[in-house]
């Protein structure tokens, strides 16, 4: 059975740091690309970061440089790092990956940035 549960995020003001954490069970964590998104009220989910299984990322522009994803394969653990937040980062953040096919996510955790 495949398991993604979350941890991390909260209530920051505008310029600080979170970090979100992803504990996966039930997949070969490091053959899977692993991805985290975000969905702000009324907006659909979208893609923040992903870490390919090569060891590749990409990010959005609008979070590049801000934030960092970052893996540990021998605890089955995906983080991602948030600096410099700002407002519009404000939103429920997933994490994600693919399995026979089928997409699996994480619960969602809430961040909120105040300015």
């Known amino acids: 059975q495949v398991r993604l549960v979350q941890s991390g995020g909260g209530l920051v003001q505008a310029g600080g740091s979170l970090r979100l954490s992803c504990t996966t069970s039930?997949?070969?964590?490091?053959?899977?690309?692993m991805n985290w998104y975000r969905q702000a009220p009324g907006n659909q989910r979208d893609l923040v970061a992903r870490f390919f299984s090569n060891g590749t990322t990409n990010y959005i522009d609008s979070v590049a440089g801000r934030f960092s994803i970052t893996r540990n394969n021998a605890r089955n653990i995906l983080y991602l790092q948030m600096n410099n937040l700002e407002s519009e980062d404000t939103a429920v953040y997933y994490c994600n990956t693919h399995y026979k096919g089928a997409p699996y996510w994480g619960p969602g955790t809430h961040v909120t940035v105040s300015s």
């Open positions: 039930g997949i070969n964590f490091k053959i899977h690309t």
